[in-house]
Every structure is written in C-alpha cells, then in structure tokens.
C-alpha cells in the first residue's frame, strides 16, 4: 500500500504493518513534493503528482519505480494522476480537463501529444481532480467548479452565511480575538489568503505574489498570519503583518 505524508511516498505492508520510505523529491528536477501517489496495472511502477513547478498549473505527473524508489518527471503538466489505460496515462489537468497522453514506461517519457477525454471536471483547492479510472477503464468524475459557503453555525446547529458569494474557500482559521477569519480562495490554479472582519462584514486580500498562498495560521498576538507558499518555486512558511503596515516575508525556507 503506497501512501503520502508530509509530500513523501511511503510503502506499507498490509501483513507485517511495517513502512519504509520509497524515494524523497528530487530536487534536480525542482521537486518539493511528491502527492497524491497511483499505483498502475504492471505492479512495477506508480504514478504520482509532482510539485515545485510553479503552482498549480505547473504541476507534474511523476513515474517512480517501485523497486528501485528511482522516479521521473514526465512532460505532462496535470495537478493528478488516475492510472494508465491502454498505454496511456489518464489525468486531470489544473484547468478542469481529463486527458490522455501515451507513455512508454520502459523509457520513462510521453510519446505522442495529450488527447482530450473529458471537460468540465471539478478540481478542488488542494488541486486533486475529484475523478477515478477504474482497473478495468471505466473514468468516474464530478463535473462543476469546486465551489463552498463559509457560514456560522452555533452550538444549537443555527447556519448563519458569512460570505453571500459561492467560491473555493478553504482552511478558516479564526483569530486569538474571534473577531476576524482568515482563510484561503483558490481561482483558476492559484490561491490567496484573505481577512474576513466579522463585525465589520469586511473582505480584504492578504496575499499577492506567488501562485499558492495558503493554509494561514495566526500568531498568538493576532498581528500577523502564517502561510504556505510557493515563492521563488520553493515549497515554504512566510508570514505578513495583518494591518498591511508591511509585506510578507518568509519565516522557514525550504531547500531548493
């Protein structure tokens, strides 16, 4: 059983429960992180999500060997992979398509150009295309744009909308006060953070630069926001005063 924690793929034993870790990213092909991993028919290889390429519409698909833990970074720009059917590899792309691209796995490189399978595919903000190819080739997917409400619910299970417009929020994290939200919107294969004032119904943008900015945390003192970000192409934590009296500087780099 293959896994992913922390941007690793890892192997478990279903009988002896033991893990070991297959491969870490390679960071010659500006890997930061290895997602969402697919195990294929040959039980010889996986397919999985290669991040560090510049957001989300730079994501790769990777081919690791499950032997040798070695993997490749294919010329296929698509936020997930589903599997391979009739030598092709099946994936969605950041901008809501399935597509099928021939692969020669010997070689570990795409022999012919990406044809369109399916449009319309819904992708969701952590960029993971709500689709599945079954071994016997049967594709499954959601279509629609990956849309949610933020609402207030009280301990009586009273709903009180927050924000009247529908878009891809994520990751709400209330401020030490409880008077402000903080929060991601994803749009066509980026993200910001975002403030919502409660009392004052008031919406700012945090966050520019970058392609993903997400997953904000406060500082115990409600002055500034943590967040994860893909900056200079590097997976790592900045930080930004939230009064806007200064810009966003980065707190843990990590290694390119």
């Known amino acids: 059983i293959v896994v992913e924690r922390i941007g690793r793929l890892l192997a478990v034993s279903p009988t002896t429960h033991a893990v070991r870790q297959l491969s870490t990213p390679d960071t010659t092909q500006h890997e930061t992180a290895q997602m969402y991993p697919v195990t294929v028919g040959d039980g010889a290889h996986l397919l999985y999500s290669s991040w560090g390429h510049g957001g989300a519409e730079g994501i790769k698909i990777g081919l690791m060997s499950l032997a040798t833990g070695r993997s490749r970074v294919l010329d296929v720009t698509a936020v997930s992979a589903l599997g391979m059917l009739d030598g092709s590899l099946i994936a969605v792309t950041s901008n809501n398509n399935i597509i099928a691209v021939p692969v020669d796995f010997a070689r570990g490189r795409v022999t012919g150009a990406p ?35 933020m609402v207030l619910v009280d301990s009586a299970g009273r709903r009180q909308p927050l924000l009247a417009e529908r878009r891809a929020y994520g990751f709400p994290r209330y401020s030490p006060d409880g008077r402000r ?49 893909d900056r200079a192409n590097l997976s790592s934590i900045w930080w930004q005063p939230v009064d806007g009296s200064g810009a966003a500087t980065p707190l843990v780099m990590s290694k390119s």
């Open 115 to 149: 044809l369109p399978v399916a449009s319309g595919v819904a992708v969701t903000a952590a960029s993971v295309g709500k689709a599945a190819l079954s071994p016997a080739g049967t594709l499954t997917y959601v279509s629609g744009a990956h849309e949610s409400e």
């Open 181 to 229: 939200i903080a929060f991601t919107i994803a749009s066509g294969g980026s993200s910001d953070v975002w403030i919502h004032d409660i009392a004052a119904a008031t919406t700012t943008r945090l966050t520019s630069g970058g392609s993903v900015n997400e997953r904000p945390e406060w500082t115990p003192d409600g002055k500034r926001v943590l967040f994860r970000t």
